[in-house]
């Protein structure tokens, strides 16, 4: 920030070591003591991250940077916005158009002097509590305003989620990508001039909409607050396809088909309300959510008897995965072919600190009024029916055995799990792309043994590749099920593939041929291409979605919910 700039954005791919790069940066800031008449609070530092990587994350900046209690505070994004965060927050109701609304102000002069946004694509959604507690900090004025410092592989894919990191700037907008803008002399970006920017820069289109040309022109507008890491590439890369499949049996075909006609059938009726002037749009996400559990619950036996493949093929199995349910039938399957639990590393959760977001979810819900659930076009009936759609597809499996109740996972019950994996003990690794899609690593290494059995370095910090063959722990290779969430899936299809790994990792994301699948490519395809306009550079996950729309789903694009573009029902604030 030589500049005197407000705000930065580092742009880093994923496992490229983002922690190292803003520790160094806080590391700084505490040389120069920048907190020093900026604020009275005794942690002038703060540092936002995901739950499941708090500690690791304080030992990392307090090992390598010296930047211990004292003077730095890390927590997590649900901390903030709940008890921990009252020392910075005050959070009130108030009436805005006759509706109360929550608002969220930061207390001056104990505000942080700078404040770190940790994987700030948590931001991103304008209904989350995180979003606004981030708007609010752009509210504090010159005299308070912290140093912002995010940082992301995946920030954002429309302009619309850009706004926290925009607006933090402050810049000038006298000029908007270069051109004079209509905007007064003095005019600064704010939370109220938001709404016009955006909409210059998304152009003919809408912020909302997953847009190339104005994703660039946002990058452009706002390339002198953004740091875009680029050289730091890993020994050895990720190979990412696509794979086509077949359906196991005609059992397996007629299940995926007739859970397609239910939703179908579903669709018809909520449409017919539509029709008569019933809003039905969460209703019709909630059809569509049970179609995409099913979908991807039938393909268990092909998983497993690929990750068993995998396994005698001499390399460690990794599965991605969307939902709990099939992990569950996964591992019940695994053990009908002579593979025990205890032989598989499941990851599911991020460690519960609090209220999980299912409780705190049920909660919103049933606190909604009449009024707010009819201009939502849903029922408190529906919108329950799909937070506890998990549960209700776990029970009608079975009458499910104590070690495959997957209820909350601890951080020590997950980190076991990840050591286990790492260490050779297992050779299969489940996980789910909501809780493995940050602060995860589970790429073959040799960091988890000591010095003298690790690998010679090279003077560029690569291995010796004579050394690799004498690590116990195996290559990886990974099968990933589709998501609609392109920043889900480019943060999914990251963590075996990681700037030390010691191999080159395949990774498949696996389609059912000629089903609505192909249009996950199309949806996933559109956002991706938006991150490689903000990126600028190839990425390893740029090759992990086919283009365009193929013959095959052309016929069902007409029967999709106009929402899926966005996460819908999908994703919720925090980690589950």
Not at 18 to 46: C, E, Q, V
Request: one cysteine or more.
């Amino acid at each position: 920030m030589s500049k005197n700039l407000n705000s930065i954005l580092i742009l880093s791919g994923t496992g490229t070591g983002k922690t190292w790069m803003a520790g160094a940066i806080l590391r700084r800031f505490a040389d120069i003591d920048y907190a020093n008449g900026r604020t009275m609070s005794h942690i002038p530092y703060l540092y936002v991250t995901r739950a499941s990587i708090v500690v690791q994350t304080e030992r990392v900046l307090e090992r390598d940077f010296s930047l211990g209690l004292e003077s730095l505070s890390v927590i997590n994004i649900e901390q903030l916005r709940a008890q921990a965060g009252r020392f910075w927050l005050r959070r009130e109701q108030v009436v805005v158009g006759g509706e109360e609304e929550e608002k969220w102000t930061w207390k001056k002069n104990i505000q942080p002097a700078v404040i770190v946004w940790d994987e700030c694509q948590a931001l991103k959604n304008p209904g989350s509590q995180q979003h606004q507690i981030a708007c609010a900090l752009n509210e504090m004025g010159r005299l308070y305003q912290p140093k912002q410092i995010f940082v992301s592989a995946t920030p954002f894919t429309k302009v619309s989620e850009a706004k926290c990191f925009a607006v933090s700037t402050h810049k000038s907008l006298k000029f908007i990508c270069g051109k004079r803008s209509g905007f007064d002399e003095n005019a600064i970006l704010t939370n109220e001039t938001w709404p016009q920017y955006a909409k210059v820069i998304a152009g003919e289109g809408a912020p909302e909409d997953y847009n190339e040309a104005a994703v660039e022109r946002l990058m452009d507008d706002l390339s002198e607050y953004v740091v875009r890491v680029k050289g730091v590439r890993p020994q050895f890369e990720a190979d990412n396809k696509v794979q086509m499949i077949d359906f196991q049996s005609r059992e397996e075909r007629e299940y995926y088909e007739k859970a397609w006609e239910r939703y179908l059938e579903e669709k018809a009726k909520l449409e017919a309300k539509s029709l008569a002037g019933i809003p039905t749009g969460m209703a019709l996400l909630v059809q569509f959510l049970k179609f995409r559990m099913a979908a991807e619950y039938i393909r268990h036996k092909y998983l497993v008897n690929r990750m068993m493949e995998i396994v005698e093929g001499g390399k460690a199995a990794v599965c991605a995965l969307s939902f709990k349910p099939t992990i569950i039938q996964m591992i019940l399957e695994f053990e009908r072919k002579g593979v025990t639990r205890d032989q598989i590393s499941i990851i599911w959760g991020g460690g519960q600190t609090q209220l999980t977001e299912k409780q705190k979810a049920k909660s919103k819900i049933m606190s909604l009024t009449d009024k707010q659930l009819q201009t939502q076009g849903t029922t408190r009936e529906e919108l329950l029916e799909a937070l506890a759609l998990e549960d209700v597809e776990e029970r009608e499996i079975l009458d499910l055995p104590e070690h495959l109740r997957l209820g909350m996972q601890s951080f020590e019950e997950r980190q076991k799990e990840i050591d286990k994996f790492q260490s050779g003990k297992t050779l299969y690794c489940i996980y789910t792309l909501k809780a493995g899609g940050v602060g995860l690593s589970l790429h073959h290494t040799d960091e988890v043994f000591p010095a003298e059995k690790r690998c010679r370095r090279k003077e560029s910090g690569y291995v010796v590749e004579e050394d690799i063959p004498l690590i116990p722990t195996r290559p990886r290779e990974v099968l990933v099920t589709p998501t609609w969430s392109p920043i889900e899936l480019v943060q999914g299809v990251g963590r075996a593939p990681r700037l030390t790994s010691l191999s080159v990792t395949k990774q498949w994301l696996v389609f059912y041929k000629g089903t609505i699948e192909g249009r996950v490519a199309d949806i996933a395809g559109k956002g991706l291409r938006c991150l490689s306009k903000i990126v600028k550079h190839k990425e390893p996950w740029s090759n992990m979605v086919v283009g365009g729309r193929t013959e095959d789903i052309e016929k069902y694009k007409e029967t999709l919910p106009d929402d899926l573009e966005g996460d819908g029902l999908v994703e919720q604030e925090g980690e589950e």
